[in-house]
Nanobody
Framework: QWEFVQSGGGLAQPGGSLRLSCTASGISLDSYSIGWFRQAPGKVREGVACISNMHNPYYADSVKGRFTMSRDNAKSTVYLHLDSLKPEDSAVYFC???????????????????WGQGTQVTVSS
């Protein structure tokens, strides 16, 4: 049974920063890529970023240059650093294991039934 527990997030002003954490259990994190997704009200869930088990990150165009993923396998935790936040970044963010090929990740969930509980990010002045 995979479990992902999220923390962080909250309210930030435009241009501000936040950090999200995702701690995994029931899974050997060092063998998997982990990704972040977000869903704003009335919109479909979209992939934001992922990081492979070889620490290779990939970012959606909408967040490239502003968001950074990192991972600490010893703590079974991945992080999403959100910088230069914009109001359109406001959403509920989710983490899960994602697909990987040849050391590179893709922001596509590996399983549909194993997601973090969701973390609200609100960017507003």
């Amino acid at each position: 049974q995979w479990e992902f527990v999220q923390s962080g997030g909250g309210l930030a002003q435009p241009g501000g920063s936040l950090r999200l954490s995702c701690t995994a259990s029931g899974i050997s994190l060092d063998s998997y890529s982990i990704g972040w997704f977000r869903q704003a009200p009335g919109k479909v869930r979209e992939g934001v970023a992922c990081i492979s088990n070889m620490h290779n990150p990939y970012y959606a165009d909408s967040v490239k240059g502003r968001f950074t993923m990192s991972r600490d396998n010893a703590k079974s935790t991945v992080y999403l650093h959100l910088d230069s936040l914009k109001p359109e970044d406001s959403a509920v963010y989710f983490c899960t294991a994602v697909r990987q090929l040849d050391g590179l990740c893709a922001i596509r969930e590996l399983r549909s039934d194993s997601w973090g509980q969701g973390t609200q990010v609100t960017v507003s002045s």
